[in-house]
């Protein structure tokens, strides 16, 4: 049973970088067919694809946020994380890591996510 | 506003069956069999309930199914149970612009 969990500070100070990582257990960061994806949702609101990161260095990021976010793996520590700089209130959301086995929105295991409030 | 339009909620008896739709365009839904379906409960991660229009994940009850028509996907929930109220999202591939989209959400209510 693949399991993952997300960590990180949960509140960043605007103009700054949120960091995120995401532990994965039960399964590889490395297998193949599997892509490791960030996913966010303002409390209240919708879901936002963030991107995701496949281990031979495929990366696909949500163009509205391409200019400010770094996906990247670990394959040592089986962690894959999430950058996304310049922060705004606007970027406050609980924000989840999920695998996704059809490099195409089939996220079959998701973390439990973690909220993250931009605020002074 | 989200790419995907969905209902911003619907609402059934138990027992009932409910559809949900979710609009795209030609360049989305109406382009690829990539169109998935996600469960989400208050407070917890969402859940995949369909994936590639008409999937099930293992341990997803067959109450629930998919399909498509044209550029509108839709879930439909059979024997609707009160565990089923929740809400609920859909999402497509978009191909090289956006890449993934998520509709807006729908609210089930189980009266």
């Known amino acids: 049973q693949v399991q993952l969990q997300e960590s990180g500070p949960g509140l960043v100070k605007p103009s700054e970088t949120l960091s995120l990582t995401c532990s994965v257990s039960g399964g590889s960061v490395s297998s193949a067919g599997n892509y490791w994806s960030w996913i966010r949702q303002p409390p209240g609101k919708g879901l936002e694809w963030i991107g995701y990161?496949?281990?031979?260095?495929?990366?696909k990021y949500n163009p509205s946020l391409k200019s400010r976010v770094t996906i990247s793996v670990d394959t040592s520590k089986n962690q894959f994380s999430l950058k996304l700089s310049s922060v705004t209130a606007a970027d406050t959301a609980i924000y989840y890591c999920?695998?996704?086995?059809?490099?195409?929105?089939?996220?079959?295991?998701w973390g439990q996510g973690t909220l993250v409030t931009v605020s002074s | 506003q989200s790419a995907l339009t969905q209902p911003a909620s619907v609402s059934g008896s138990p027992g009932q069956s409910i559809t949900i739709s979710c609009t795209g365009t030609?360049?989305?839904?109406?382009?690829?069999?990539?169109v998935s379906w996600y469960q989400q409960h208050p407070g917890k991660a969402p859940k995949l309930m369909i994936y590639?229009?008409?999937n099930r994940p293992s341990g997803v009850s067959s109450r629930f199914s998919g399909s498509k028509s044209g550029n509108t996907a839709s879930l439909t929930i059979s024997g609707l149970q009160a565990e089923d109220e929740a809400d609920y999202y859909c999402s497509s591939y978009t191909g090289s612009g956006t890449y993934v989209a998520f509709g807006g959400g729908t609210k089930l209510t189980v009266l």
């Open positions: 030609s360049s989305d839904v109406g382009d690829y069999n990539y």
């Open positions: 999920a695998r996704d086995s059809r490099a195409a929105t089939a996220l079959d295991y």
């Open positions: 990161i496949y281990y031979i260095g495929t990366i």
């Open positions: 590639d229009v008409s």
